[in-house]
């Protein structure tokens, strides 16, 4: 296979296309005479997709183009639980379960014309406008059905379905039968009572509000409870008279505990009157209520200098359109008003409160709305409206500021509009706040108040022109964690969304589906699965998944398509009605065309999930092929839809997230530990492949293994694990059983569900098209600096013992119980000290006073004097320690016979140690034969190699699998990976060195020819160091084989000493040498010796970049030292 386009497919190759052939000993002994293989550097035009893949990587890498960063996805990071649940319910926690409406409303009008209540004492001129008319301008009656007539069709703006019945200066017994009557209409539903109590008296403190007696001759206490009892509840009360808040108080002293259905609003507190003031209605509370645009536009001229541009109170009444248009002036003006009441009302209050007024019922909304309006106007004449439930007082809220301006620029068009017909130009307000919001996006988290702007842009979602910008901005904002979610729904996004599903406009579509992938990550019950079919919504997204374009999808398109599969996969679990709908819609056939053509793992990774929903897919014709699919994601994903038992054999793959999710389907299928028998007998033998899970590095595939194959932590399945020795307590104590009612969690839905709700759209998104281990590179990286070996100074050395350390932290590893001691904790004054062998057991940080040393199967992480960081257990015995990643994400390799490990978190004390990922290096578990592990960050990044006996490997990080396996004709003891070069060196059994070029596609080996009796080696700039058995070190330029470099003699020559360890890196053209009595560091350009410290019996040094050079260093004893060079 040859390489076609850059980042054509994820990285890996299986080991199927590249299968064994018998060692060749022209090209694989490294006893034999080959020369060098930069002879023959044109066959590097051939490589293997995967290996030129990663020598790309690494070109763009050491460019300063990109940033290669392993285990660093979601699902490394995720502790995935063995029962599946469902999500957090952000949508239900928002959904009204007792939505109500408005259906009967209750007007009654004590004003009893041109006779004065006996405790109201009116000023002249004083307020006389009642529903915007003079009722002393015609006869009395007369006057009154018109007000009651305005009344009525003011309300049935806001509510035109409700049965509206009037009563004009009743009686007491016509407000028991208006209300028992509006009652028995409204049944279950709400009902409004509406009082003008301007004239009778004022109400009493014994809980009264007044009426007529049928001949007009007094005036009649009515009881508020019963008018309470009449009315029942759900109900909602408004007053508007003189001392209001007396009745308040009155309902609170009669139903103090019944109160919650009940809703009130009065025009003043308890001790203020109505106000006289003639420039206002005398019924300006309800003005408020009903006609809000109209009122407030009054009081605006009558408050500006407008005057004196030709705008009246008159004109006002002349502003062309309606209120539900809102491309006239008036629907406009509305639809501000309404954008930022709402806006106000969600920045004051509480969200509870806030979806109880103003999401619940749309008359109630509207009147809460209004009532905030009454709050700025009364205020000003002496009035404080008060309410149950309880409002602040938001008259001072900056977005009434805007309200002006908004009214200002409206009013201010008015005259050319009228007199000339000149086109209205629609006001910028909804355009501002968008921009408002954005920036708040791009200053804005979780840390600071919320956008106020919030409710303007669901406003905005109404409006065709600004809607696609208002929908890009709520992804944003939504892609910032479940806190934006749950405000973006406490706004109440969702119905609004919900009804944009029936929207046909292709430039709304990916913003649309990222925007429902994110909802439906978290939260996707059987109501959201009911909203989503009921109305054709599943189709939005069926029609998303066969849309082509003519010019090529492009990378945002393949991404929005994954998120619609994910979105019809959660539509489709546990719901035979969202599935048999998708069947009609023709879902089928569109997932196995996309599954034919399609390359994007994301994309084939959902499509595989929402494939085992359907019983009609060719299982096992359609989904092998992806078994061995390049992506972990996509070859789990193929494992969970699998239907046959050619899913079994994964159980080897390189990847925990496959494992993992192989034995959750051996749980699953309930055939866990035993295969049919060949013989045809019927009996049933254990299969090889999942018991190999019994020894899996992963403590959680363990486990569940061992519950797969005995039932319990300390059955069958746990005496069979053979090489890891048994579960840690913390398993062992487990009350899970293996039980066919529990529903397991699949590890691969349940990480691509978590990682559909991580960041999409900010810095931690913005990958190279193709390549989802690469991000680009961000100015602040910091790099490693080299030094000028001939200035080389030691400005610090610190030295300890390991026996005795100081803890600062310590914690379990992935997959334990949070909290469980991993490891018997340092006894103070403890004189034992580590036995400390392999160079490769230590690990220095280069931007921290952090060292990281593993013995047996313990890593310890201590600060520079001594102080233990951390401490957990591997699991299995370690024998190399690999520090991946740049200065963020660090992940640290910790390397052995029977399992390779990566956990983040390692280093940092404030934070958990996550399992990363896990494999198993080697195709035969390695009994006593030496292993060594080399890791390549230079020229094939990413790239890992493993050796044991003639077995070597090349892994590939980025795919978790295997690249390619060699068959070396001499065991092999020790590899590294060329610092500054493309080589790979290997010290065999007996001495021998070979290099391997990692260029040639064949990776065939050169011998250093001059080297025989190698010890150990250590690859540095530009080329390796070699100890020789007797007491030599000998120097090898990579490009020069036949001869060494230099030769040197560290002990001298006549008293010559034996290497103990070697070290070399790639920013320095130093090597590092120990010895029985001191410590070298030598010029690897000369063998010049340019630093000495004389130190007994090291057995291990290991280099580390950063400002300058670090060296740490530890003795057999266990001592160990850090030397920090400029």
């Not at 403590?699 to 519950?707: G, S, T």
């Not at 009994?927 to 070597?952: I, R």
């Amino acid at each position: 296979m040859t390489r076609e386009t850059p980042y054509a497919a994820s990285i890996g190759g299986g080991e199927d296309e590249y299968p064994q052939e018998d060692p060749d000993p022209q090209t694989l002994d490294i006893r034999g005479s080959l020369t060098s293989p930069f002879e023959t550097l044109s066959d590097r035009l051939t490589f293997p997709e995967e290996q030129a893949q990663l020598v790309e990587i690494g070109a763009l890498y050491h460019s300063g183009a990109v940033t290669p960063v392993l285990f660093s996805d979601v699902r490394h990071g995720l502790k995935i639980p063995l029962d599946a649940d469902n999500p957090s319910g952000i949508v239900t926690r928002w959904r009204q379960k007792d939505r109500l409406k408005t259906t009967a409303v209750a007007l009654v009008v004590c004003l009893n014309i041109g006779v004065d209540p006996p405790d109201v004492i009116k000023i002249s001129p004083c307020a006389r406008m009642e529903c915007w008319m003079d009722p002393l301008s015609m006869q009395a009656q007369k006057a009154l059905d018109t007000i009651g007539k305005n009344l009525q069709a003011q309300y049935e703006r806001w509510q035109p379905r409700a049965k509206y019945k009037i009563h004009l200066d009743p009686t007491s017994d016509e407000v028991k039968k208006l209300v028992s009557s509006c009652r028995r209409s409204a049944k279950s539903e709400r009902v409004l009572f509406h009082y003008n109590g301007h004239g009778v008296p004022r109400p009493t403190s014994n809980g009264e509000i007044w009426v007529f007696n049928k001949s007009y001759t007094q005036y009649i206490p009515l009881s508020i409870y019963d008018l309470q009892n009449w009315m029942g509840t759900p109900a909602i009360y408004i007053f508007d008279c003189s001392i209001a808040g007396q009745i308040l108080q009155s309902f609170k002293q009669f139903f103090a505990h019944d109160m919650k259905d009940t809703i009130l609003m009065c025009a003043c507190s308890e001790l203020e009157l109505l106000p006289q003031d003639p420039g206002y209605p005398a019924d300006v509370f309800t003005c408020c209520l009903t006609t809000p645009i109209k009122i407030a536009l009054h009081v605006f001229c009558a408050k500006s200098m407008l005057g004196s541009e030709g705008i009246t109170k008159d004109i006002i009444d002349r502003i062309p359109g309606k209120q539900t248009d809102r491309k006239t002036p008036l629907g406009e003006l509305n639809w501000i008003f309404t954008a930022i009441t709402d806006t106000i009302a969600w920045n004051a209050l509480p969200r509870s409160l806030f979806q109880k007024l103003f999401r619940q019922d749309l008359l109630v909304a509207s009147l809460f709305r209004n009532f905030l309006l009454a709050q700025r106007i009364m205020r000003r004449v002496g009035c404080t409206p008060v309410s149950h439930p309880r409002l602040p007082l938001m008259d001072q809220h900056p977005m009434w500021l805007a309200w002006d301006m908004a009214a200002e620029t409206c009013l201010l068009q008015l005259p050319d509009i009228l007199d000339s017909d000149k086109e209205y130009v629609p006001s910028p307000f909804f355009s501002e706040q968008l921009t408002a919001f954005e920036l708040w996006l791009d200053h804005g988290s979780a840390d600071k108040p919320p956008p106020e702007q919030l409710p303007i842009v669901l406003q905005v979602l109404l409006s065709q022109v600004h809607r696609l910008r208002a929908l890009v901005l709520l992804g944003r904002f939504i892609d910032m964690g479940s806190w934006a979610v749950d405000l973006a729904l406490s706004v109440g996004i969702f119905p609004y969304i919900l009804k944009l599903l029936q929207t046909s406009a292709a430039d709304l579509r990916q913003t649309l589906v990222f925007i429902w992938a994110k909802i439906v990550s978290w939260d996707m019950n059987p109501q959201v699965q009911n909203d989503l079919t009921k109305d054709g919504g599943y189709l939005y997204f069926i029609r998303h998944l066969q849309d082509d374009q003519s010019d090529g999808e492009t990378t945002a398109n393949v991404e929005s398509k994954a998120q619609a599969a994910f979105i019809l996969s959660a539509i489709c679990r546990k719901n035979e009605k969202g599935l048999n709908l998708c069947v009609q819609a023709g879902l089928i056939d569109v997932i196995v065309g996309l599954l034919a053509r399609e390359k994007d793992e994301e994309l084939l990774k959902w499509l595989l999930i929402l494939c085992e929903e359907f019983d009609e897919i060719d299982h096992e014709g359609i989904l092998e092929p992806f078994l061995d699919h390049d992506s972990p994601n996509v070859r789990a994903a193929a494992v969970y839809s699998s239907r046959g038992d050619s899913w079994r054999r994964k159980a080897t793959d390189g990847s925990q997230l496959v494992r993992h999710e192989v034995v959750v389907k051996a749980l699953a299928s309930g055939t866990a530990h035993a295969v049919p028998s060949s013989n045809g007998a019927g009996e049933a033998v254990h299969d090889e492949n999942l018991d190999r899970l019994l020894d899996d590095p992963c403590l959680d595939v363990r486990y569940l293994a061992v519950m797969c194959m005995g039932g319990g932590a300390g059955g069958e399945g746990s005496s069979r694990c053979k090489l890891m020795g048994p579960l840690p307590k913390s398993y062992q104590s487990k009350k899970w059983k293996k039980n066919d009612s529990i529903e397991y969690q699949s590890p691969v839905n349940y990480a691509g569900e978590q990682a559909m709700r991580w960041p999409l759209l900010g810095p931690l998104a913005e990958e190279e098209p193709g390549a989802p281990w690469l991000v680009r590179q961000v100015e602040e990286r910091v790099k490693e600096s080299a030094l000028e070996v001939s200035s080389l100074s030691c400005r610090h050395t610190y030295t300890w013992e390991l026996g005795s350390p100081t803890v600062v932290g310590s914690t379990s590893a992935a997959g334990l119980e949070a909290g469980e001691a991993v490891l018997p904790p340092p006894q103070p004054g403890n004189s034992e000290r580590l036995p400390l062998e392999s160079s490769a057991c230590l690990v220095l940080e280069p931007w921290r006073n952090e060292v990281a040393v593993c013995e047996s199967s313990a890593v310890r992480v201590f600060g520079y004097g001594g102080s233990l960081i951390k401490e957990y257990d591997a699991g299995f015995a370690l024998h190399s320690l690999f520090r991946l990643n740049d200065s963020h994400n660090e992940v640290l390799l910790c390397c052995g016979a029977h399992g390779v490990a990566a956990y983040r978190g390692y280093a940092n004390a404030e934070e958990d140690i996550t399992l990363a990922a896990s494999f198993v290096p080697f195709e035969s578990r390695p009994g006593n034969q030496p292993v060594s592990f080399a890791y390549s960050d230079q020229y094939l990044v990413g790239s890992f190699f493993a050796a044991s006996s003639t077995e070597l490997s090349l892994w590939n990080l980025h795919a978790e699998r295997r690249m390619r396996k060699m068959v070396m004709p001499t065991a092999v003891r020790s590899i590294d990976t060329g610092k500054a070069a493309n080589v790979l060196f290997t010290l065999d059994i007996n001495g021998g060195v070979g290099m391997l070029d990692l260029r040639m596609p064949a990776m065939n080996t050169a011998v250093l020819n001059a080297v025989s009796n190698g010890t150990c080696i250590a690859s540095a700039m530009g080329g390796c160091a070699v100890a020789i058995k007797g007491g030599d070190l000998q120097y090898f330029d990579s490009r020069m084989t036949s001869e060494p470099l230099w030769r040197v003699s560290p002990g001298g020559a006549d008293s010559p000493a034996a290497v103990t360890c070697l070290a070399g890196t790639r920013l320095a053209n130093v090597v590092a040498c120990g010895t029985a009595d001191e410590f070298l560091l030598l010029d690897s350009r000369t063998g010049e010796r340019l630093w000495q410290d004389e130190v007994a019996d090291l057995a291990m040094a290991r280099f580390a970049g950063g400002n300058g050079i670090k060296v740490a260093t530890a003795d057999k004893n266990g001592c160990l030292r850090v030397y920090d060079f400029a």
